[in-house]
């Protein structure tokens, strides 16, 4: 079984609909992140966590917010989705600062 | 200046040839670097980190100039299945109690036969 898993894998939602993506890890790690990945930006940091009460806004969190339900699981809402939130979101975690384990991502299209 | 900065290519070569890219980080303070490696439509893997004095695993090199703020990733005797996008990632110097962890965009590499 994969040690970090996202659902939905892959969503098609309109405008200004709400939609959560999930994600679950099964590594014991105390940190958790939420990035996007657009064609030539790279991956983009939305919000990441170090342990149940700890959220941070990261690079690109406007129009997103998470929830840090408990040490593994990790979820990220678009409480009004946009066109431009169409991406691939993938879920990290990690132990300290130290290697990031990729969830295998949510291919999200807003139309 | 980006904070991490990648030539995006394509780097396009014939198996069994070297290839080397590097990647520049604008913050001298930096303190561990990785190169990830990413295949089409799929997560990132680490591949490896890169250490002060360099280090080696396999057909794959990885090197760090810190006083010219580069790491350099060098793949020797190249095979079709090391076609893949190459992320260098950076860890600066944390605000509050965290790192601040940033990906370059990526370096694609195709093997052609």
């Known amino acids: 079984d994969a040690d970090v898993t996202q659902t939905p894998r892959n969503r098609i939602t309109k405008t200004g609909k709400r939609i959560m993506l999930e994600c679950s890890q099964t590594k014991g790690h105390d940190r958790m992140y939420w990035y996007r990945q657009d064609p030539g930006l790279g991956l983009r940091l939305i919000y990441y966590?170090?342990?149940?009460?700890?959220?941070n806004k990261g690079e690109i969190s406007d129009g997103y917010s998470v929830s840090r339900q408990a040490q593994a699981k990790f979820s990220l809402s678009l409480e009004s989705a946009i066109p431009n939130q169409t991406a691939l979101y993938f879920c990290a975690t990690s132990e300290g600062s130290d290697t990031q384990y990729f969830g295998p991502g949510t291919r999200l299209t807003v139309l | 200046r980006k904070e991490v900065e990648q030539d995006p290519g394509p780097f396009n070569v014939p198996e069994g040839a070297t290839v080397a890219f590097n990647c520049t980080y604008s913050n001298s303070a930096s303190q561990s670097f990785f190169w990830y490696r990413q295949d089409c439509r799929k997560e990132p893997k680490l591949l490896m980190s890169?250490?002060?004095s360099g280090n080696e695993d396999g057909r794959f090199t990885a090197q760090l100039n810190r006083a010219s703020q580069y790491i350099s990733l060098l793949i020797r005797d190249s095979k079709l299945s090391d076609s893949a996008t190459y992320l260098c990632v950076v860890n600066f110097p944390g605000y509050s109690s965290a790192s601040k962890i940033i990906f370059g965009s990526g370096t694609r590499l195709s093997i052609r036969p």
């Open positions: 890169v250490y002060s």
């Open positions: 966590s170090f342990d149940v009460k700890d959220i």
